[in-house]
């Protein structure tokens, strides 16, 4: 009797542990996921912000050229 309680028991550790371990490599792959596309959206914003400030100096030069 208490063989298949144990039995019963280590089965349903051995079941959610494989739901775990599930789990958590999907938790990993969206975090990659998730990693890359920040990583692109911070470069693009990065490229606008650094093409924002050379358009303003550009201005400025301009601006100071014609003082």
């Known amino acids: 009797m ?3 309680l144990m039995e019963s028991r280590v089965r349903s ?7 775990l371990i599930t789990t958590v490599e999907q938790t990993s792959l969206e975090m990659r ?7 692109e959206e911070m470069r693009a914003s990065y490229d606008r912000m650094e093409k924002s400030t050379d358009r303003l100096k550009d201005e400025l030069r301009a601006s100071s050229d014609r003082s």
């Open 2 to 4: 208490k063989s298949t």
């Open 13 to 19: 550790l051995e079941e959610m542990m494989a739901d």
């Open 33 to 39: 996921n998730d990693t890359a596309r920040l990583k």
